[in-house]
Structures are given as structure tokens and as C-alpha cells.
């Protein structure tokens, strides 16, 4: 026998109740790992993206769509190459299926996202058939849309002029991401804005989105600065932010997901402490005679102290450890059903930030038995005192 | 059995019970030779346990002397009291006190945890000791799995694991009925005999004193005769 076989021993004298405990210690660590993950796609926005970008939406919202008049003015700021637009369609694929669609001008588009691989011929055809639509690569595996076939979708928010929900597009290019980055995100479905602002009731002439593509030597805060300071006090004000920083905003639409994350962990974690320290002190009550035999024996308050905290080590570890690989592997599963779509990948920060909770929480659930169990006075211990 | 095993010297303990002191041993002095074997009876309250807690090391005095092997132990602080106790002193206690999640060999082997020895010495030990209380073909049981006697015996094992010269036994017999009490204590007895152990053991069992070399009677604090078996 070793002194690990003996924290271990005593670690399973009730076996029903370390197995429960345990289990809850996965849970909270399956859990953790999921949402740590989870929070990490929605703070990170795309860190791929890079600052070449900016995103111009009106300051009030991006549902309150700017004309895309202000084309050429953006464009006669120092420091912008290019500017696109987009206006969001919300597309509905067959029943109820919602597809990322966006109305914007081909030729901007494709010069302001060179990210987006396509061949030049369809770019052409996009550009010159009225009803056009390309669409992202997954989303035209996943409906399993090819080239040539007419695509109906259908707008509740956009209707045509005749007041039909329904809407036909031919499909004329699929577009790819540059690289695996990209790849994953070629999720949306883009529709020629000219057919869109003529066909459509309530929207001429007006866009959510302009995306103003910088010149290399064009510095992003003096750029955005300049552009909102031309609007300001017009009737249309606007809001400029990098691309990486609008995808971080339009996220936090649903909710600051990190502090949500975070009260949910706070939850998790208290809640493991009052168990865990639970079934610690209640280990440590029950056995206080046998505490004292080991000092009996000659084992110091440290030893004493040291076995009691190793087994809080060893249930938190366990448990933890077992918790974030399956939260691991089901994070990679999520990934791979998803075909890279929703990354719910636990990194190694993820599992350092983890294996710090650990060891945290034992501490947190083992230390006041551990000291009860090194404060215990042979003499009132044997007594029953 | 000239040289002296155990000295108290002019020992008095007080415990605080609430705001009260109760003094349960009066300047008391005691002289136990290498090699004897000594029942402590007395009623209870008449201090025959704290008298063997200070001389396992378990507890310290309020004031006077206690030498154990010709080291004073009443100075030590608590972790070397505790190596002391881990290399000089077996115990054996009334109710066995075995660890419920170990055989009996690994409650055996316990205090040689504390030792540097390699796996295979200590479980050489082990089987040894077990052998002595002739338990051999009960080394995997666990305690539930043992009869109080047996229980008993691995304990005299666990005691004897580390070959203490002193065996301070507190009320080894009280949990067992007459017949496993007296093979009991014809183990201490062999023990004391055979192998020069020095036995101190408290009883309330005039029989189970009868085993010892000598009986000392203690009351409200203090020792009365010594009776020679």
C-alpha cells in the first residue's frame, strides 16, 4: 500500500456518494469547457478578418437602412479604396429555413471581399443578370443547390411590389472561402441589389451596410473618425467601426453573451462548492476517530492535513479532468456535424483556465476540513469529544 | 528489568471544562522498568487513561516529567511528538480503531508508511507481525469481514509493525467476551515474555489484570498500591 492508495481508499469508503459527487464535478466541468468555448467564439468575433475593413451603418441602428447615395463621398475619403454595400433580405428556403442573404452590388462586392473565390465568369454573370444569386459554398452543399437552377426564397420582410412573399433567383455562381477561415464562413447567399431595390416595397435606394475597404496605408481610427464627422448633425448619421468590431456589436444584439456565460459558470461553480464541500465535511465528520489514529500512529497534522486536502485534489481532478475531455470531444464533434460551422473547440487556453478552476476549487472545498482534520486533538478525537 | 522504561516524575494534569479546571492527576510519580508488563485500574475518573496518554505521548502534562525509553517527552513539540510516537510506541485501543477501507495488512502496514523502507521490506514486516498474532490467512480482509478478536489482533499487529519497545494497550479486552479476551491478553502476555515488549494496559477487569507482572491502582488521581501477580 502507498499513501496515494490510501487517499484513494477513502476517496471511495461511500462509493454512491463519490461516484454522485464526481458526476456533478463533470457536469460542471462538461459545462464549463462548453461555455468557455462558446464564449470564445463570440468575443473573438473573426480574428482572421484583420482591420483592412471598415463597417458603415447608420448611428442610430443598422435596421435603419442610409441611401446609397453617400457611395461617392465615402469614397472621396483619404485612405478608402473601395466601397460596397449590402441590405439584409432574410431569406426563407423552402419552408421555414432561414438563409443569410444579402442584397449587394456585384462589382463592389467582389472588389471589396477579394476573400470570396469565385470564377471571374460568374462574378460576370452576377453582375449582369437582374435575378441573379450566388451562394456560399455551404449552403449550396448543404441544399444541395447547383449552378443553373432557379432558387425560390421567400421575404417576410421584403415583399415584392405585387405583395407576393415570394421571390426566384437563378443561381448563377457558388463562391468559396480563400482559405479554411474563409471557407467556414461561406454560409450566406448574395442577390443582386438592383432587382431587389426595384422589385421590393419598402426599400429604394438604401443600404444597412457599407463596407469601406481601406488602402493599405490608410490608418482605420482616422478613416472612421472622418467619415462620421462628414454626417454628423445630417439627417443621416452614421457609425463606423472596423469589420472585426461590427461583428462583436451585432453579436452582442442577442446579449453581452460573456456576462451571461459568466453568471452561469458563478451559478454552476457555487453550487459545486456547497456540494463538493458538502460531501468533504461530511467525509471528514465521520471519520474524525480514525483522523486521530493516523496521528496516533505518528502522522503529523500536516500529513494529516495533506491527505484530507489530496482527496478534495483527487475528486476535483478526476471529475474536471473527465469533464473537459468530454467537452472536448464533444466539442469536436459539434464542429465536425456542423461541417466547421459552429467551432465549440476547447483549446488549451480553455483547459489551462480549467485546470486553474480545479485546483482552485479543491482548495476552496478541501480546506476547511483539511484544517479541522489538523486542529483534531487525539485525546477529544478518540473521546468523542 | 532494572533499567527504567518509564519515569514520571511529580505529574499533575488539569483539563478546562468550560470555565472549569478539573485536575485529574496530583503530582503523580511513576517508575516502569524495561521490559515489565503493568495493568492500570482504578474507577473511572481516577485518571488511568490520561495517565496512559501521557505516557503514549498522546498528551502533555500541566507540569512534571515525563521520560519514556530515557527521552523526555513532556518537552517535545507536536510534530516531533509525533515522530516519537511513529518509531518508540505501539497502541492498542478498546475498540480497535482499524481503517474500515483497508485489509488487514494495509491497516498493518499503515504506521510503516511513515518509515523509508521499500514496498517489499514493509510487506515483509507485515507478514511477520501478522504471523506473530497469528492471523496470517487473514492478511485480505477487510475489518467488517473480521471477528472482534481478529479485529484485535490485527491491531496488536499494526502496534507491533514498526517493533516499539512500549505497547500502551487501553482497555484491549472490553469489547470481547471472556474466552477471545483471555487469548487476548495470552498474546500480550507472549509478547511481554517472548519478545521483551514492555507492556502498560489499562483495565476495569481484575482477570485481565491477572496477565500483567504487576497491577498499580490509581485514585482520584493518584496511585495507590502496587500489586505484584
Redesign the interface.
Known amino acids: 500500500?502507498?499513501?496515494t492508495?490510501?487517499i484513494v481508499?477513502?476517496l471511495?469508503?461511500k462509493k454512491t456518494r463519490t461516484i454522485l459527487t464526481i458526476l456533478s464535478v463533470i457536469m460542471a466541468f462538461l459545462l464549463f469547457g462548453l461555455l468557455q468555448s462558446l464564449n470564445s467564439i463570440f468575443s473573438s468575433g473573426a480574428d482572421f478578418i484583420g482591420a483592412t475593413r471598415l463597417m458603415t451603418q447608420a448611428r442610430v441602428s443598422f435596421t435603419t437602412p442610409l441611401p446609397i447615395g453617400i457611395v461617392p463621398k465615402l469614397e472621396s475619403v483619404p485612405g478608402v479604396a473601395r466601397v460596397a454595400y449590402s441590405q439584409w433580405f432574410g431569406g426563407i428556403w423552402q419552408t421555414n429555413t432561414q438563409v443569410f442573404t444579402f442584397a449587394v452590388d456585384p462589382t463592389r462586392y467582389h472588389d471589396a471581399y477579394p476573400e470570396w473565390v469565385m470564377p471571374e465568369e460568374q462574378w460576370k454573370s452576377f453582375a449582369n443578370t437582374r435575378t441573379a444569386m450566388v451562394a456560399g459554398k455551404n449552403v449550396a452543399d448543404k441544399y444541395g443547390w447547383k449552378v443553373g437552377q432557379k432558387i425560390p426564397l421567400s421575404s417576410n420582410i421584403f415583399p415584392q411590389k405585387n405583395g407576393s412573399k415570394a421571390w426566384a433567383f437563378d443561381l448563377v455562381g457558388v463562391f468559396d472561402g480563400k482559405d479554411e477561415n474563409w471557407k467556414k464562413q461561406a454560409n450566406q447567399v448574395l442577390i443582386n441589389y438592383g432587382y431587389f431595390s426595384e422589385a421590393n416595397q419598402f426599400v429604394k435606394d438604401r443600404a444597412n451596410f457599407f463596407i469601406v475597404k481601406l488602402t493599405s496605408d490608410a490608418d482605420a481610427a482616422t478613416v472612421s473618425k472622418t467619415i462620421d464627422g462628414m454626417f454628423e448633425n445630417s439627417p443621416d448619421e452614421t457609425k463606423t467601426q472596423t469589420e472585426k468590431d461590427f461583428n462583436l456589436s451585432f453579436v452582442k444584439q442577442i446579449g453581452d453573451i460573456g456576462l451571461i456565460v459568466r453568471w452561469i459558470l458563478f451559478a454552476v461553480f457555487f453550487t459545486l462548492l456547497l456540494v463538493v464541500g458538502n460531501t468533504m465535511a461530511q467525509s471528514v465528520r465521520e471519520r474524525v476517530?480514525?483522523l486521530a489514529?493516523?496521528?496516533?500512529?505518528?502522522?503529523?497534522?500536516?500529513s494529516v492535513l495533506g491527505f484530507v486536502l489530496a482527496e478534495a485534489v483527487a475528486l476535483c481532478l478526476v471529475g474536471g479532468v473527465i469533464g473537459l475531455l468530454l467537452a472536448t470531444l464533444l466539442g469536436a464533434a459539434v464542429e465536425k456535424g456542423t461541417g466547421g460551422q459552429f467551432q465549440l473547440t476547447i483549446n488549451g487556453l480553455i483547459w489551462a483556465i480549467g485546470i486553474a478552476t480545479i485546483l482552485v476549487m479543491s482548495v476552496a472545498v478541501g480546506l476547511l476540513p483539511a484544517l479541522r482534520a489538523r486542529r483534531l486533538k487525539?485525546?477529544d478525537a478518540?473521546a468523542g469529544r | 528489568m532494572s533499567e527504567s522504561m518509564v519515569q514520571i516524575r511529580s505529574v499533575t494534569k488539569t483539563y478546562e471544562r468550560g470555565k472549569q479546571k478539573v485536575e485529574v492527576l496530583h503530582g503523580l510519580s511513576l517508575e516502569i522498568p524495561k521490559g515489565d508488563f503493568v495493568a492500570l485500574m482504578g474507577p473511572s475518573g481516577s485518571g488511568k487513561t490520561t495517565l496512559l496518554?501521557l505516557i503514549?505521548g498522546?498528551?502533555q502534562p500541566t507540569s512534571g516529567e515525563v521520560n519514556v525509553g530515557g527521552k523526555r517527552i513532556d518537552q517535545l513539540s507536536?510534530?516531533q511528538l509525533?515522530?516519537?510516537?511513529?518509531?518508540n510506541v505501539g497502541?492498542v485501543?478498546q475498540f480497535y480503531?482499524l481503517?474500515?477501507?483497508?485489509t488487514a495488512?494495509?491497516n498493518v502496514?499503515?504506521?510503516l508508511?511513515?518509515t523509508r523502507l521499500p514496498?517489499a521490506q514493509r510487506k515483509k514486516n507485515v507478514a511477520v507481525a501478522l504471523q506473530v498474532v497469528g492471523l496470517s490467512d487473514r492478511a485480505r480482509h477487510k475489518p467488517k469481514e473480521l471477528s472482534g478478536g481478529q479485529e484485535q489482533r490485527v491491531a496488536i499487529a499494526?502496534a507491533l509493525v514498526s517493533d516499539p519497545q512500549l505497547l500502551v494497550c487501553d482497555e484491549p479486552t472490553g469489547d470481547l467476551d471472556r474466552k477471545t479476551a483471555d487469548e487476548i491478553l495470552g498474546l500480550l502476555q507472549v509478547l511481554n515474555r517472548e519478545h521483551g515488549k514492555t507492556i502498560v494496559m489499562v483495565t476495569h477487569d481484575p482477570k485481565a489484570a491477572e496477565f500483567a507482572r504487576r497491577t498499580l491502582h490509581l485514585e482520584k488521581g493518584q496511585l495507590l498500591e502496587q500489586v505484584a501477580a
Open positions: 500500500m502507498t499513501k492508495g490510501f481508499a477513502n471511495f469508503r476517530p480514525e489514529v493516523l496521528k496516533t500512529l505518528g502522522f503529523s497534522d500536516g487525539i485525546v478518540l | 496518554n503514549g498522546l498528551d507536536s510534530g509525533a515522530n516519537w510516537r511513529a518509531h497502541f485501543f480503531n481503517m474500515p477501507v483497508l495488512e494495509a502496514e499503515l504506521p508508511l511513515l514496498a499494526r
